[in-house]
């Protein structure tokens, strides 16, 4: 069971992470564009070495091996991802996931830009005429549903 406890300061949040009966907690930073694309490898392949996240990339032309490495070490001092050594091979994986990033993002970006008001950034994506009869019934359903779980 894994609880987490976002609490947005600037551009970083503190994660408490519940790992059995031992608590852990660590601050992870929003990560920067490199990272994220880094990440988006991870989470999909789970887990690799060096060379296995170059060849996962789908970058034309894939990023160079000692700049992913150098990545990767800065990463872990952001506790963004870990490693284990495989015999000579060190291979990572990812501790943050996709939905902590998001929930990150949108932190910041209500922080940032909406002066953390969420109905000023709802009220946004509703005026934009992009928005589909579909996503829009979806949006009506999650009210709806959060409106029940707080009744």
């Known amino acids: 069971m894994i609880s987490k406890l976002l609490i947005l300061r600037d551009y970083s949040c503190t994660?408490?992470?519940?790992?059995?009966?031992?608590?852990?907690?660590?601050?992870?930073?929003?990560?920067?564009?490199?990272?994220?694309r880094l990440l988006q490898v991870l989470w999909r392949i789970r887990e690799g070495t060096i060379e296995d996240i170059v060849m996962a990339s789908e970058e034309d032309p894939p990023p160079n091996y000692k700049t992913v490495q150098a990545w990767l070490r800065i990463m872990e001092r952001k506790r963004q991802v870990d490693h284990k050594q495989e015999g000579r091979a060190f291979v990572f994986r990812p501790l943050?996931?996709?939905?902590?990033?998001?929930?990150?993002?949108?932190?910041?970006?209500?922080?940032?830009?909406f002066t953390g008001s969420r109905s000023e950034l709802l009220m946004e994506l509703l005026r934009d005429e992009?928005?589909?009869?579909?996503?829009?019934?979806?949006?009506?359903?999650l009210v709806r549903n959060r409106r029940k779980e707080l009744s």
Request: aromatic letters at 2%; zero cysteines; glycine letters at 8%.
């Open 96 to 113: 943050i996931s996709r939905g902590d990033v998001h929930r990150l993002s949108i932190r910041h970006l209500l922080a940032r830009y």
């Open 15 to 36: 994660i408490s992470l519940a790992m059995g009966k031992k608590e852990q907690s660590q601050k992870v930073e929003l990560p920067t564009p490199g990272e994220l």
């Open 130 to 141: 992009r928005i589909s009869r579909e996503e829009l019934r979806q949006l009506e359903g």
